[in-house]
């Protein structure tokens, strides 16, 4: 099928399945070349789906070796099979039994969805539509059944075999050199949990009872000698496990559960019932192999995927229009996992980079869709951060609004109500406005409508009064496919800064809510506090308590009362950001004058060594948020229009080095207060430590190069850890010469035998801010430590480039010709790879003309590729719209 002729699927066209799967009973014989896979199907007509429709299962790139219905051959003018589907044109309408034989080649799968193999291990990835490429099938996640699934394959090839749910047999095949296992996973489920791992696997085991008094099996599994890196992704499950007893009152509900690491995977890992496959990235963790960063990512992301157990598995959705109920729900759950872990504040600071970063950019450009899209030509491209982290914002949001209380008693409602169904966003936000006593239809615009809201406020005190009055108002920009945008319903979290803190809010304002929150709910609102006998200065959006642009023009002298008086500590950090993107937004136009970039770095450096003074070895993971400036990107994004990257870098590396020069002192007096003696731990405080010290590497290597080289090398020589070493690399990177061309070679031959850290080696390369970039990065493909066929590898290398903002957006429009060139390579193998890639187009639109004219240009090459996957030629087409 060409591209243009792939039809849209809209949520309007749902309708219930005609016919249902109660039973699937699996026996596959796994051969790395020609897997043979036999399907029993239970089937019987849905009632409600329209009878005597013929039954058509969905196939992808299957060949149909067997046909039996009801034991019985089935002639041939009764069915039709092709590569990618199976169609009975009259099936008896009635339950019958299909018996369908398919034979698969997991070698020759490189688009890793599917049954494939990675580095001699078989696995599956079936979400969202990867079934259909091991069985003919009804695979829509509305379509349950319960499977039983046995696993053969020659001992020596695969010694463990697992699917999904608990054991009931295992065996050797007599006269042969074969074994088996039988799975039985009494939970209905969608195909696309469906999962089997086949291989020469070590594992680390666990026993688990949980609150309800289940004795579980964990176990991760993992290569052969890797055992040993487990250890911290089943400490994270089992402190998962007992928050979502303790948090949600979640238990697990099988006796078995496994996660199994792979090195081929299309990202981060999947929720597969009793067994979660990931990429290996994600659960492999040591001091010498893994950074802060690794070990708080594999504790967020196991946690995600066990949580998906009940949001997600349990609950399943209805269709793929609702996968932000379980995606938004799932991540809102593993960041307050997180949070109560590590430092909640800290944690939302993070998050609300990564939202801006990757959502607001998004939402800003040519890709950007509602949280939940109407409509799709390619599901896997909307595994996006509109639907995972917006849709993480908007549980957040509903939490604030109704309180925590009826949102607890809400989501207890929805477990219990819709446990064992597909379900919807409707049937999820109705059990909230039950709980609440409240109507949610205007909220409920948060899933429909597109865009980042922008909420401009402005303020005034009147002493004679004694009253200070807030104005707000909100608009929301044209996005795709909708022009004109409604109000939305913003929770503004806020309160009154006086010169001895928070001031007390009276009010009689309508749209005060109580408790600090101020519900903008139309085009604008006025709020005026009484009672007040000196003039405040607002603090609005607590705790980012929307997801929305503010647009308050406090004077830089208020933002930094702000940064040190401010009760609230997101606030507190937003103060100081909003200080230097004033100052990074202005020096990064053409023309822009320097003089206001040096007054406002005096005046941040001043605010941040009195801030390090006071609390840089107090709390050194805030102090390592506040330290570190607003990216160039999301200058770039601040800017929003005409955007020049070069201009912006060097006004970003100008603040930096003034800054790091005036507050020189400080940075490495403070570097020697947060040394510890002792091993290496990964907890959150150790880590927090780590995180400042190499924060402030950064900044001194900007600010003082020979110093910050001389640094670099101590710190890489003392080292007893990856993130230290990791830290002194990146920071070397900001330096160039020939010193950083030796460390960079040190650090390959010190990690010559590991994929992941020399993963992060050649990023670090890619990451370079200097025309030499993309010859430099042209030659690593041809590093042995580079394959295109592997995912990670292409992320780190591929991808790193795609993010570096000067040199992909070179001014000859080389990087952009690269990136296309890659994008068209990965298309043949990995489609879903090549089109995550394209993505790094997504904010072309607000560039300068001539850049802008090259990125198109280099689209547009790509679109008109002959033989692009839907995935490619979706994202291409809707980024040339
Ligand atoms: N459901 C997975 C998660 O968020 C996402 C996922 C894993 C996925 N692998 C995939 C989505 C492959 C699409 C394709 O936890
Ligand atoms: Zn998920």
Redesign the pocket.
Known sequence: MRADDTPLIRLEAYRPSDWLIDTVDLDIQLEPQATRVRAQLGLRPNPAGRPGAPLVLDGDELALERLLLDGQPVAADLYEATSQALTLHAPPQRAFTLLVETVVDPSANTKL?GLYRSSNVYCT?C??DGFPRITYFLDRPDVMSVYTVRLEARKADAPVLLSNGNLVATGEVANSDRHFAVWHDPHPKPAYLFALVGGALDHLRERYVTADGRAVELAVYVEPGKAGRAGWAMDSLIRCMRWDERVFGRNYDLDVFNVVAVSDF??????NKGLNIFNDKYVLADPQTATDGDYASIESIIA??YF?NWTGNRITCRDWFQLCLK?GLTVFRDQEFTADERSRPVKRIADVRTLRATQFSEDAGPLAHPVRPRAYKEI?NF?TPTV?EKGAELIRMLKTLIGAEAFAAGMELYFARCDGTAATVEDFLACFAESAGRDLTHFAQWYEQAGTPTIVASGRYDAAARSYTLDLAQTTPPTPGQPDKAPMLLPVALGLVGSQGDLPLRTQSEAYAGDGLVILDRTSATVTFTGLDEAPIPSLLRGFSAPARLELDLADAELLRLFTADSDSFNRWQALQSVAMRALVAAGRPGAETSALTARAQDIAEALALFLGRHGTGDPAFAAQVLRLPAPADVAREIGRDVHPDLIFSAHRQLAAIIGRQIGRTLTSLREALTRPGPFSPDAASAGRRALRNEALGLIALAEPAQGAALVQAQFAEADNLTDRLAALAAMTLIPGEAREELIGRFAALYAEEPLVLDKWLMAQALIAEPGTLDRVKALMAHRAFALGNPNRVRALIGGFAANLTQFNRIDGAGYHFIADMVIALDRTNP?VASRLLGSFKSWRMLEPVRKGLAEAALARVAQTPGLSRDVSDIAERALA
């Open positions: 969805m990835q979400e969202a299309n990202m981060g890992a999947m929720e995600h995927e998906h995606e896997n595994y995972y879903q």
